[in-house]
């Protein structure tokens, strides 16, 4: 079974520090795919950043950098610079294919990110 | 503004009822998908549509039910509704059917059971 773990329910950072947020999950699948979302206050979902199970180079997007160690089955998400705006819910997911064929996704519990000024 | 609309924002119903979701993608994209966040199961990943058929199945019950249609909108309905149905339901697109795209999600709507 797919399961996703963050272990980091909050984190307080102060503004411009990077932060690192952790992830790990367990599957038996040998192609997955990872994600990571970021909720705000507001209620909205934005989809952050996709890491594949076979890429060979960890995805970045913008200060946004997947830290992806295959053996260890981590995707710790790296915010670089944090900003005010970066206070937010942010939850790790995993898409692999079921037994039956069937695309699956697992989310964590998500980990509160708060950025202090 | 994700272009991605979903409606109703707001929705109190009874239990045992049935209602329908809509939403409507961005623009030329072709897939959809529908997620659930409730206190009582997190996030979870219902049912994705790409060009009007089902492309992937997560945790949807068998009450529920989605389909998209040919202008590519897409309709989640729940039935026999039950109090555990109370959350929040996200309609999210991308171009294609490949899960490493970027989903736009729409605001979302927030189901109340009574």
């Known amino acids: 079974a797919q399961k996703i773990t963050q272990t980091q329910p909050g984190m307080f950072v102060q503004e411009k520090e990077a932060v690192t947020l952790d992830c790990t999950y367990d599957?038996?699948?040998?192609?997955?795919?990872l994600f990571w979302y970021k909720q705000p206050s507001s209620g909205e979902m934005i989809f952050l950043i996709y890491?594949?199970?076979?890429?060979?180079q960890n995805a970045t997007e913008g200060r946004y950098s997947l830290n992806f160690q295959k053996a260890r089955k981590s995707a710790n998400l790296v915010i670089s610079a944090s900003q005010l705006g970066d206070s937010a819910m942010y939850f790790c997911a995993m898409r692999a294919t079921t037994n039956f064929g069937n695309e699956k996704l697992t989310f964590g519990t998500g980990t509160r990110l708060t950025i202090i000024p | 503004d994700s272009g991605v609309t979903q409606t109703p924002k707001h929705l109190i119903t009874a239990t045992g009822q049935r209602v329908t979701l809509r939403c409507s993608p961005r623009s030329g994209d072709l897939s959809v998908y529908w997620y659930q966040q409730s206190l009582d199961q997190g996030l979870q990943f219902l049912i994705q549509?790409?060009?009007?058929?089902?492309?992937a199945k997560g945790n949807i019950l068998e009450r529920f039910s989605a389909q998209q249609f040919p202008d590519l909108h897409s309709e989640l309905n729940l039935s026999s509704l039950e109090l555990g149905d109370s959350a929040l339901y996200f309609c999210?697109?991308?171009?294609?059917?490949?899960?490493?795209?970027?989903?736009?999600f729409g605001p979302g709507t927030r189901l109340l059971v009574l």
């Open positions: 599957t038996s699948d040998p192609s997955y795919g």
């Open positions: 549509y790409y060009n009007g058929e089902e492309r």
């Open positions: 999210a697109s991308s171009s294609l059917a490949l899960w490493g795209e970027t989903q736009y």
């Open positions: 890491q594949g199970s076979y890429d060979q």
